[in-house]
């Protein structure tokens, strides 16, 4: 920024740019659109089932046939992308995960029945083992330690399913070290070499994701927290590091999570790497402006866009938001 070449009092007025909606238009730096929304979702079993989530409010679990009904509503809406966890029933939930790589889990069977229903939508798919582990761990635990290196080869047959299943873009969000490259190479080996790999890749040990783990089901089973494998709060050169780290293994696309207390590591990763850049808006970013919205404290509309907003500026090529739909449908109005 040139600030010597400001101009002072009164050849300088900011508020003449604001003065009309016309040129407020024209002066505006950042704008959010449809097209960089990504949609979570929560999958159950069962037929036409709807049942609401208690800590976020508006958000349902939807069985595979209501998924579809939902990924029609969003293509229709424009978006581009629905993103799929599973609340796995607690009887599949084992020591050795096996569900997490079973051709027809409940993950694979909403994939293969969007695909084949609205094939204009992007499927993105999540690999961690935590909804499918009996102690809510992202990788196995091995004498109460999360260990790596065979966590690794359990979300390389885990991410292969959800390619076979015809998966578009694969999102690792389990923060294990070396599981980019390994799963860029067992998808190039397996014929699926246009798979997009969206790493969580600066993904932090928080607070925020209270309401997602009711939703997916894996709050009763988790036992003590993630921080031997998310990332410290406190910390944000080490995102880039580990930015740098994916991308060199083969990652096409790059997300901070969680959002808008992260703004500032958004920021530095575009700056630095250019990459595509993403920010996930988490469960409890949206549980805490819900709860305020239907305190009637906040204006819904209001503090949706401009938290959405938010990410467009700090830098952001798109959000995963459980806004999606509302936002879209409020950008068609505007
Ligand atoms: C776990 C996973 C989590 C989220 C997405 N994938 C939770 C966690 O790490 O415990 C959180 C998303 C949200 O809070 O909305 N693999």
Same mark, same amino acid.
């Given at each position: 920024?040139?600030?010597?070449?400001?101009?002072?009092?009164?050849?300088?007025?900011?508020?003449?740019?604001?003065?009309?909606?016309?040129?407020?238009?024209?002066?505006?730096?950042?704008?959010?659109?449809?097209?960089?929304?990504?949609?979570?979702?929560?999958?159950?079993? =069962?037929?036409?089932?709807?049942?609401? $989530?208690? %800590? +976020?409010?508006?958000?349902?679990?939807?069985?595979?046939?209501?998924?579809? *009904?939902?990924?029609?509503?969003?293509?229709?809406?424009?978006?581009?992308?629905?993103?799929?966890?599973?609340?796995?029933?607690?009887?599949?939930?084992?020591?050795?995960?096996?569900?997490?790589?079973?051709?027809?889990?409940?993950?694979?069977?909403?994939?293969?029945?969007?695909?084949?229903?609205?094939?204009?939508?992007? $499927? +993105?798919?999540?690999?961690?083992?935590?909804?499918?582990?009996?102690? =809510?761990?992202?990788?196995?635990?091995?004498?109460?330690?999360?260990?790596?290196?065979?966590?690794?080869?359990?979300?390389?047959?885990?991410?292969? %399913?959800?390619?076979?299943?015809?998966?578009?873009?694969?999102?690792?969000?389990?923060?294990?070290?070396?599981?980019?490259?390994?799963?860029?190479?067992?998808?190039?080996?397996?014929?699926?070499?246009?798979?997009?790999?969206?790493?969580?890749?600066?993904?932090?040990?928080?607070?925020?994701? =209270?309401?997602?783990?009711?939703?997916?089901?894996?709050? =009763?089973?988790?036992?003590?927290?993630?921080?031997?494998?998310?990332?410290?709060?406190?910390?944000?050169?080490?995102?880039?590091?580990?930015?740098?780290?994916?991308? %060199?293994?083969?990652?096409? +696309?790059? +997300?901070?999570?969680?959002?808008?207390?992260?703004?500032?590591?958004?920021?530095?990763?575009?700056?630095?790497?250019?990459?595509?850049?993403?920010?996930?808006?988490?469960?409890? *970013?949206?549980?805490?402006?819900?709860?305020?919205?239907?305190?009637?404290?906040?204006?819904?509309?209001?503090?949706?866009?401009?938290?959405?907003?938010?990410?467009?500026?700090?830098?952001?090529?798109?959000?995963?938001?459980?806004?999606?739909? *509302?936002?879209?449908?409020?950008?068609?109005?505007?």
């Amino acid at each position: 920024m040139h600030t010597s070449a400001l101009a002072s009092f009164p050849n300088a007025r900011f508020r003449r740019i604001r003065t009309s909606p016309a040129t407020r238009a024209l002066t505006r730096e950042n704008t959010l659109t449809v097209e960089d929304l990504i949609w979570p979702v929560f999958v159950c079993d =069962g037929e036409n089932v709807e049942t609401p $989530v208690p %800590s +976020m409010p508006g958000v349902l679990r939807r069985s595979v046939d209501r998924i579809v *009904e939902a990924a029609k509503e969003a293509a229709d809406l424009g978006i581009p992308a629905i993103c799929l966890f599973p609340y796995t029933d607690p009887s599949l939930k084992t020591e050795d995960c096996a569900e997490a790589w079973n051709p027809n889990n409940l993950s694979n069977r909403a994939t293969r029945a969007i695909k084949a229903a609205v094939p204009n939508i992007a $499927v +993105m798919t999540d690999v961690a083992l935590d909804p499918y582990n009996i102690n =809510g761990h992202d990788g196995f635990v091995e004498g109460g330690v999360i260990v790596n290196d065979r966590t690794v080869e359990a979300l390389v047959k885990q991410a292969i %399913s959800q390619a076979e299943a015809g998966a578009d873009i694969i999102g690792p969000s389990d923060m294990m070290d070396g599981r980019i490259g390994a799963l860029r190479h067992a998808l190039e080996q397996n014929g699926f070499s246009n798979v997009i790999l969206l790493s969580y890749a600066a993904k932090y040990a928080s607070g925020f994701y =209270g309401p997602f783990r009711d939703a997916v089901g894996a709050s =009763g089973a988790l036992k003590g927290d993630k921080s031997t494998y998310q990332m410290d709060p406190a910390n944000s050169d080490e995102a880039l590091r580990l930015v740098a780290r994916d991308l %060199s293994e083969g990652a096409d +696309m790059v +997300m901070i999570k969680p959002g808008m207390p992260y703004l500032d590591i958004c920021r530095r990763v575009k700056d630095q790497f250019g990459a595509p850049t993403y920010a996930y808006q988490v469960s409890g *970013e949206y549980a805490m402006l819900q709860a305020a919205i239907q305190n009637g404290w906040l204006d819904g509309d209001k503090v949706m866009m401009e938290s959405l907003l938010a990410f467009k500026r700090a830098g952001c090529d798109g959000i995963l938001t459980y806004f999606a739909p *509302e936002a879209a449908k409020k950008l068609a109005r505007s």
